[in-house]
């Protein structure tokens, strides 16, 4: 009986008073501000459309994990949702590139490529799997963090450092002498205070505000990756949607970007004005 009811309960696109509702699950708090822009993309659909479009959103893993919510879209159960380039990979090949160390000059280049041409490419290239790449969020640039210092690729020897489930984030810490230990985020800070791991990598604003200095006092600015976020719809439900609707869509999709953009800017001054009040050692090698 509970397979009957299934596609109605986790259905991707639906109509309720003839307002097209778009599900979007994803894994982030609700105060990160991927969410937020997703809210405001949500409000700016409706507006565009004239309150015959929405979108409803599942933050905190209500729908999954990362990787669940993304096969959920390739089935076409769930509309959207947001996931990082370094799971993408395991999706699409063409992603890997974006994982690669010390890939942009500065965040400028960065924004140029994934704004331009190339990130277009990319957004398209999981279309034969049913995912459909609308626009990527910033997600600042990973660092290392131990309970020790980290000066030097020397430091790592020997370390058990959390990756996400990448094979080229396996590989760059393998390279660099760390030994990398793919766990998911939400068992990271147990593993850190277990000492199942020694330390991880990740942006700013996701060591601060998961409280990972509690157990991890060292934060180096090596600035090795700088792996975006994308944000998917289900080609199962794009193609349902008529040729304005899909314009609606992107246009407020794009519009979510270039404010989170600026919510990010924000949340990593907090981050690291937090860390240093927190008693946080910052090394910028």
Known sequence: MIL?????????????????????????????????????????LEEKSGGTMTIKIYPNQQLGSERECVELLQIGSLGM??????????????FKVLNLPYLFRNSEHR????????????????RDKNLIGLTFYDSGTRNFYAD???????????????????????????????????ISWGELYTA?????VDGAENNLPSYYLNNHFEVCSYYTMDEHTAVPDELLISSIIWDK??????KWLKEAAEESSVYQKKLWQQSEEEALNGMKKAGVTIIRP
């Open 192 to 196: 850190l205070q277990q000492g199942i």
């Open 81 to 94: 949702t947001k996931v990082s380039a370094a799971t993408m990979e395991n999706f699409a090949e063409e």
């Open 111 to 126: 924004f140029n490529v994934l704004e331009g041409e190339i990130g277009r490419e990319l957004l398209e290239s999981s």
């Open 4 to 44: 009957v009811f299934l596609p109605v309960l986790f259905s991707g696109c639906d109509s309720e008073d003839e307002t097209k509702v778009i599900r979007l699950g994803h894994g982030l708090d609700t105060s990160h501000s991927v969410h937020k822009a997703m809210v405001s993309m949500s409000k700016r």
């Open 148 to 182: 020790k210092p980290i000066e030097s690729p020397s430091d790592l020897q020997g370390l058990k450092l959390r990756v996400m489930q990448s094979q080229t984030a396996i590989n760059t810490v393998k390279n660099l002498g760390g030994s990398p230990t793919p």
């Open 241 to 246: 949607l008529t040729t304005q609707q899909q």
